[in-house]
């Protein structure tokens, strides 16, 4: 008896209902342009927002600490001793992030999957946006905490919840929401969704993944873009999106990340990111603080980018950023639109179907960097608008 045929069938069932995940090969850096499939095509998937993935500013930082550091961290860091590299990080991040105190994880998954449980326990109540990364789900689901979920975006359900929690007799009460959404590129509404927790006496958590390096003043993130320092309790970050390279972090008020030194159990029991990686991540922040001259071409590219597209009679949704949804309806539009716009065009582009979106909303979503070229966006364009047209996706022009 054959004891995994069970997941054979699954993954079956997988391939002909069209929901299995198909991985491209990537033979080469990050950059506009990349090889895929042997093929070199225009970038429109990467998270790689400042073009910093290959920068050689990055490659040469990691290149000394990997003569200086050598390459692996050896044990966890409570036991095997923190190398300086991470500390000097965790200082940079929080003067980045204009805060008290940050601790470094090895990726934004991990920090969020270690601090939520960390932060609030038994009696606890964690109140969240419904549509919030997997990570901040799985991190909930990890606390002991009871969870309550309100309507994406939605302040006044928000409201409603926390009165609901403080009549229930909720201890502590941790609001959680992703800074900017991922599918949608969407702005949450951190303004408001403060002043709430703040009638309620609940403290706020924002995952600010796809915020750093992209909002505020020269990358500072969401709590920069609204002018709330002081009054989030807890920032959740990555150093694989804008910054370009790997790890996560969680930046904050001291006891916050004190507490996390304490309790977090990656920090704990998961050794430290690489020594290369930690130099890649210190000299990206460098660069942010030095000018805002990538963050600014970033926001001049989405702009013109979403603009054309609109122009071409394409719906963008509801974006207020660089993630830039192409809204197709049905999945097998968006994969085919995706299929032909690789094929024949040599974008790459990715269809984002069910169940990462809701049925029926299925979409190319284009990531939009600081590294296009506007060569590169007349070309992306182009092949939206061929494709679109005989698709019949927009008015063939
Ligand atoms: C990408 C992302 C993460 C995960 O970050 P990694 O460093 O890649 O693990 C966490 N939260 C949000 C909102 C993200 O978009």
């Not at 990467?46 to 961290?73: C, F, M």
Request: with cysteine.
């Amino acid at each position: 008896m054959d004891k995994v045929e069970y997941l054979r069938e699954q993954l079956a069932e997988l391939a002909t209902s069209g929901l299995e995940n198909q991985i491209r090969h990537v033979d080469g850096p990050q950059g506009a342009r990349i090889t895929v499939d042997g093929r070199n095509v225009l970038n429109f998937c990467s998270n790689n927002y400042l073009g910093l993935a290959n920068d050689p500013r990055l490659i040469s930082a990691a290149k000394t600490a990997l003569d200086r550091y050598g390459i692996g961290p050896g044990a966890v860091r409570t036991i095997a001793g923190t190398m300086t590299i991470h500390d000097e990080l965790e200082r940079k991040l929080a003067e980045f992030k204009g805060v008290e105190s940050a601790i470094s994880f090895q990726s934004g998954f991990v920090a969020n999957a270690g601090a939520i449980p960390a932060l609030v326990g038994g009696g606890d109540v964690i109140v969240t946006d419904e549509f919030n990364h997997a990570s901040i789900i799985d991190g909930v689901r990890l606390a002991k905490a009871d969870r309550k979920i309100y309507r994406h975006a939605d302040v006044e359900h928000l409201d409603a919840q926390l009165a609901e929690a403080r009549r229930q007799g909720a201890g502590h009460i941790l609001i959680i929401t992703d800074g900017v959404f991922s599918m949608d590129g969407d702005i949450a509404p951190l303004d408001a969704i403060v002043e709430t927790a703040d009638r309620y006496q609940a403290m706020v958590m924002v995952d600010d993944a796809h915020g750093e390096g992209v909002l505020g003043r020269g990358g500072r993130g969401i709590v920069d873009h609204f002018g709330l320092h002081g009054r989030v309790e807890v920032e959740v970050g990555t150093m694989s999106k804008a910054f370009g390279v790997v790890g996560g972090y969680v930046a904050g008020p001291e006891p916050v990340v004190k507490w996390l030194r304490q309790r977090a159990r990656p920090f704990l029991f998961s050794s430290a990111a690489t020594p290369p990686d930690v130099a890649a991540c210190i000299a990206s922040i460098d660069i942010l603080g030095e000018s805002t001259a990538l963050v600014d071409r970033l926001w001049a590219n989405a702009g013109r980018f979403r603009q054309a597209m609109n122009g071409l009679g394409f719906d963008t949704g509801s974006t207020a950023t660089p993630i830039t949804p192409v809204m197709l309806g049905e999945e097998e539009t968006a994969r085919e639109f995706s299929r032909r716009l690789f094929d024949d065009h040599e974008v790459f582009a990715q269809a984002i179907a069910y169940p990462t979106v809701p049925m029926g909303e299925a979409r190319i979503r284009v990531m939009i960097s600081a590294a296009h070229s506007p060569e590169d966006l007349d070309l992306g364009l182009a092949a939206f608008a061929a494709v679109g047209g005989t698709m019949g996706v927009i008015d063939d022009k």
